[in-house]
């Protein structure tokens, strides 16, 4: 049974930091390229970052670069988000999402975070 399961969620006052996480089971989690996508009510699930099989190679939205890591460790299959000087524009459900060609796309169920003020 594929499950992924986001922690680290929460409320944090602008310009803090959080550090999601994304555990990976019943799939070849080493083999998948890793993101993280957030929405918010009435808004399409838009892209934050996204890391490779290796975590050689990573990509972030504009909004988040400089400020949002991601990475990964394949030992543990678990994904990362470490996200800094946040903003009350980073509220949001954030979702982890593993991707491989030809195979079927899995979501997490997601996560609040809440950044206030």
């Known amino acids: 049974q594929v499950q992924l399961v986001e922690s680290g969620g929460g409320l944090v006052q602008s310009g803090g930091s959080l550090n999601l996480s994304c555990a990976a089971s019943?799939?070849?989690?080493?083999?998948?390229?890793m993101s993280w996508y957030r929405q918010t009510p009435g808004s399409l699930r838009d892209l934050v970052a996204a890391i490779t099989p290796s975590g050689g190679r990573t990509n972030y939205a504009d909004a988040v670069k400089g400020r949002f890591t991601i990475s990964r460790d394949n030992a543990k299959n678990t994904v990362y988000l470490q996200m800094n000087s946040v903003k009350p524009e980073d509220t949001a459900v954030y979702y982890c999402?593993?991707?491989?060609?030809?195979?079927?796309?899995?979501w997490g169920q997601g996560i609040q975070v809440t950044v206030s003020s």
């Open positions: 999402k593993g991707a491989q060609n030809g195979r079927p796309v899995y």
């Open positions: 019943g799939f070849m989690f080493s083999n998948y390229i």
